[in-house]
Nanobody, 124 residues
């Protein structure tokens, strides 16, 4: 089992920045690929970014490319999502997810472990 706890969400104006963090516990963190997904009201869960176990492979959704950066610290068992130039359409609940094996995926059903989510609201 892997337990994931997100933090760092909040309310920010358009153009602002937020940094989300996800703390993992329970297993060898570097054995897991990590990802961020988001879900806006009335919409399906959407892939945001993913990073493999050693941090050497990253995938980012086109909708956030150039604005959001995913990173991980295996010594601290954390993964972060730095979000810059935020837009109102970035408003959603952001979820941290983990999948064993280290390879990244942009598909939500590929991740067995999920955090409870953190709300990000961007005002215009």
């Amino acid at each position: 089992q892997v337990q994931l706890v997100e933090s760092g969400g909040g309310l920010v104006r358009a153009g602002g920045s937020l940094r989300l963090s996800c703390a993992a516990s329970g297993r060898t963190f570097s054995n897991y690929a990590m990802a961020w997904f988001r879900q806006a009201p009335g919409k399906e869960r959407e892939f945001v970014a993913a990073i493999n176990g050693n941090g050497g492979s990253i995938s980012t959704a086109d909708s956030v490319k150039g604005r959001f950066t995913i990173s991980r610290d295996n010594a601290k068992n954390t993964v972060a999502l730095q979000m810059n130039s935020l837009k109102p359409e970035d408003t959603a609940i952001y979820y941290c997810a983990a999948r064993f094996g280290g390879r990244i995926s942009g598909i939500a059903r590929g991740y067995a472990y999920w955090g409870q989510g953190t709300q990000v609201t961007v005002s215009s």
